[in-house]
């Protein structure tokens, strides 16, 4: 017999996609001498040729038309001690950056300290999709450093874990 169909609600959206495990990232950007910055799941890639990544941001991000602007946009990894910045970067209309330490990646867009790796994007392209846009990224530049031994910051049915404890294959 075939899986019953019914209208989706919300929250029932949220649990079922909360059990695809993801890293978390934050987006990055700085104009007009200011950096700016947003949490994000939703990151992953897209083609090897272009390199071309994507993320989903809600319509209602005050962060990302800013970013539009700027053209460019870095995504930083986090690593699992950084769920504070997770969190901090999540808080709508707050000083994000205060206390965040950061330095500036090649295409000037903000690379915060201790994340676990960096990829420098420019916009390639946007899509809107029901209540978020997609954005598309073309990379410019990468963390060139050796693979880092730290672990990554994971987000799983709602919650922040990392692999801290666990071997890694
Ligand atoms: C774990 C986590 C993941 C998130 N992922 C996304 C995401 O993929 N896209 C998005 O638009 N917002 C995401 N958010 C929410 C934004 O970070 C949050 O709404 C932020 O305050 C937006 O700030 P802004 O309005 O300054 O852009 C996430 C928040 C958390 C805590």
Redesign the pocket.
């Known amino acids: 017999m075939p899986l019953s169909s019914t209208p989706i609600a919300p929250l029932s959206f949220r649990k079922a996609l909360g059990h695809y495990a993801s890293g978390?990232t934050v987006i990055t950007s700085h104009i007009d001498g200011e950096p700016i910055g947003?949490?994000?799941?939703?990151f992953h890639s897209v083609s090897m040729s272009p390199p071309l990544v994507s993320?989903?941001?809600?319509s209602?991000?005050?962060?990302?038309p800013r970013i539009r602007q700027a053209g460019r946009f870095a995504v930083n990894i986090l690593s699992g001690d950084q769920m504070a910045i997770?969190?901090q970067?999540?808080?709508?209309g707050t000083d994000k950056w205060q206390g965040v330490e950061w330095q500036h990646s090649p295409l000037g867009n903000p690379i915060i300290t201790g994340s676990l790796h960096w990829i420098d994007c420019e916009i390639h392209a946007e899509h809107a999709a029901g209540d978020?846009l997609i954005v598309i990224g073309e990379v410019k530049a990468l963390d060139l450093q050796e693979v880092s031994t730290a672990q990554p910051l994971l987000?799983f049915k709602g919650q922040y874990c990392n692999l801290a404890a666990q071997d890694v294959a």
């Open positions: 978390i947003f949490t994000c799941q939703s993320f989903s941001v809600m209602g991000s005050a962060s990302y997770s969190n970067f999540a808080r709508k978020h987000y």
